[in-house]
């Protein structure tokens, strides 16, 4: 491994960036010796030292400062944190947020993905780039999905080193103890950051603007002057069935306010919480663990039965991570609850803490997400301020905190041990199993991973009870489930079902339109459904039977004006470009799905024959052979949509 640093020296701007995550270095740069012999001006304060998991927020604070990383400020951030170059080097460019070559201070990311693509996306990305570029100080960039799929087209525009107005609603990061997501680790929190003492009032440096549904002049204002942008619409937009007595998860959103605690505790805020200590750690699993639940990320996978195992483990200590990058083409139900009942999901990760012996959790959250960022920071540093996070929560002996980790543009981290990789400071690849998460996993330690929906679950078990719980659903699914709909329906957005009802039901409500062709049910790594087959039940168990997937919950409709081939183009673009290329079968086989595709967009039968087989063996060896769920899976969409919908013949 090369461990010698370059040439390039960091800029006054790069240095602050850095320190201001780190804490001031020991010793100055002047007195640099570039040979590599003496570290010491570059190390420190002490509890800087050895922490690599702090790799990926000093990546953000250069990225959110400059809008780059370069070769002087990458050198600086490495001998901070004792890691080798070409470490670095490799995790900083494996994420597609970042950059290691100059570019504007201003990034504008417009999606292009399937529900934008439908929405127009290659019309607005051709508008904008016509019309800007880095003459004009903005790099445009055609994004996978941005979680905004009820609202497409979307555009999302990143300004470093401008500090944006407004109020904490619709504030981006703040640089204080809570936003930089590099606090704490495994036993030192770096200096103001994580400790409750940090860095309270300082200007955040860098600004951010959503536009949904977006036009040209729309995302042209959002990245030219992100302040004159309007706000985003409340999340409850993003619910139609806002006010529904009967909702269980999304009950708070549009009627209680995000931003306050104690609005939070009267409509029934912790209440869960003070019942899990009454039941106590044991207790809290066997409730979760009698009500059903179910991992709700697609893996479906027992939660009670995860916890236990982590709980089990004599190896100490035990982490929490909560999965909240959610980056599945036409899923954006998690960002829904992360902002519009922020503390519900604070809440929730306190119980599972409590429940597994952790008294450390990792919210990872996708970078793409700055309301979301905004809203957990604030929910937070206020229940940390109001005893409900800390050393004693409730008085009651307990110690546990959470530290915001932001992610920074890669669909595999998605993939738990991927991200467990990713906070450690390194490429976020996966690990091969076993050993399990449950056994070791963040940072070598029993750690519990859940996504979002499935924590904001854990509290109505505690309140109803996990008889009453099991008693909504099936037998085998239990419980209430969100699903997002998007594409060719009137009323795009996250919808609260109980397991069961179908997915017939689910379109009638959001309102699908006439000439549906087809159905993607479990986003890009899901599979395609003929508009005869609504009447399959929306359960894990009901969409195995009928040879697809629940998945996540993306329930994406289409009509008849979609071109299918060029669909199909995009998801296979998708996975290519997702794919980390650790493993040959994935990194090998999206590309030739990708070129088979292509050579067949516009043709049908005979002359697509070959190709199709070609498609069949390439996906049968990435489904047989891949590492983890991407190349597993990236197959899926095209296979059905070749059996189902005959999508060559």
């Not at 050393?391 to 981290?413: K, M, P």
């Amino acid at each position: 491994m090369d461990l010698r640093f370059g040439d390039g020296k960091p800029t006054d701007e790069e240095r602050e960036a850095v320190d201001a995550l780190l804490g001031p270095p020991e010793s100055s740069w002047e007195g640099a010796d570039r040979s590599g012999n003496d570290l010491r001006w570059a190390r420190g304060g002490r509890e800087a030292r050895d922490r690599r998991d702090l790799l990926l927020p000093g990546l953000h604070a250069l990225n959110d400062r400059v809008g780059w990383i370069s070769e002087g400020a990458l050198d600086y951030l490495c001998r901070r944190l004792t890691v080798p170059p070409a470490e670095a080097y490799g995790v900083a460019t494996f994420y597609a947020m970042f950059s290691v070559r100059p570019r504007p201070a201003t990034v504008l990311h417009v999606c292009t993905d399937l529900a934008c693509a439908t929405a127009g996306a290659s019309e607005l990305c051709a508008a904008v780039e016509a019309r800007l570029g880095p003459e004009n100080g903005v790099k445009v960039e055609r994004s996978p999905c941005l979680g905004l799929c009820e609202r497409a087209p979307a555009a999302l525009a990143i300004r470093a080193g401008h500090p944006p107005s407004g109020d904490i609603s619709a504030r981006p990061a703040f640089e204080d103890e809570a936003v930089q997501a590099g606090s704490g680790g495994p036993g030192v929190a770096a200096p103001g950051v994580g400790t409750g003492k940090g860095r309270r009032g300082r200007e955040p440096r860098y600004a951010t603007a959503v536009t949904a549904p977006a036009t040209p002049e729309a995302a042209i204002t959002a990245a030219t002057t992100p302040e004159d942008a309007p706000p985003e619409p409340a999340p409850a937009l993003a619910v139609p069935q806002t006010g529904d007595p009967t909702l269980t998860l999304l009950r708070r959103i549009g009627t209680t306010d995000p931003t306050s605690l104690d609005a939070y505790r009267a409509a029934g805020g912790y209440t869960a919480l003070r019942r899990a200590f009454a039941l106590g750690p044991a207790g809290v699993i066997r409730e979760v663990t009698d009500a059903g639940l179910v991992g709700r990320g697609g893996a479906a996978f027992p939660t009670g039965r995860k916890w236990q195992a982590t709980a089990a483990q004599p190896d100490r200590p035990h982490y929490l991570v909560c999965n909240a990058d959610e980056s599945e083409p036409g899923t954006f139900k998690d960002r829904v609850l992360m902002e519009g009942d922020p503390y519900a999901l604070v809440e929730a990760m306190t119980i599972a803490g409590y429940a597994t012996g952790a008294h450390r959790g990792y919210l990872y959250l996708r970078g793409e997400y700055p309301r979301a960022l905004a809203r957990l920071t604030h929910a937070v540093a206020q229940a940390r301020a109001r005893g409900l996070l800390g050393d004693d929560v409730l008085g009651q002996g307990y110690a546990f905190d959470i530290e915001i980790r932001r992610g920074a543009g890669a669909y595999i981290c998605g993939e738990e041990t991927a991200l467990f990789n990713s906070i450690e400071g390194r490429r976020g690849e996966p690990r091969s199993k076993p050993p399990f998460p449950v056994e070791k996993g963040l940072f070598g330690k029993p750690t519990a991973a859940n996504n979002v929906e499935t924590l904001v679950n854990v509290l109505p078990i505690l309140t109803m009870g996990a008889q009453a719980y099991a008693a909504i659903g099936t037998p085998s699914s239990t419980g209430p489930k969100l699903f997002c709909v998007s594409g060719s329906v009137r009323r795009p957005g996250v919808y609260e079902l109980p397991f069961g009802a179908t997915l017939g039901e689910l379109l009638t409500l959001a309102g699908v339109r006439d000439g549906l062709r087809a159905v993607l049910l479990g986003g890009a790594a899901g599979g395609f459904v003929r508009p005869d087959e609504l009447g399959i039940p929306l359960t894990f168990e009901g969409t195995r039977e009928a040879g697809t997937t629940l998945g996540s919950g993306v329930v994406m409709a289409f009509d008849d004006t979609v071109p299918l081939p060029r669909l199909l183009l995009r998801i296979a673009e998708f996975f290519r470009d997702e794919s980390c290329g650790q493993c040959v079968p994935c990194r090998v086989g999206t590309v030739r799905q990708e070129e088979a595709l292509h050579r067949i967009a516009e043709r049908t039968g005979a002359t697509a024959a070959g190709d199709v087989a070609l498609l069949r063996e390439v996906g049968r060896a990435m489904r047989d052979s891949s590492i983890c769920g991407l190349g597993q899976t990236a197959w899926n969409a095209v296979e059905s949509a070749i059996d189902r919908l005959g999508a060559y013949e």
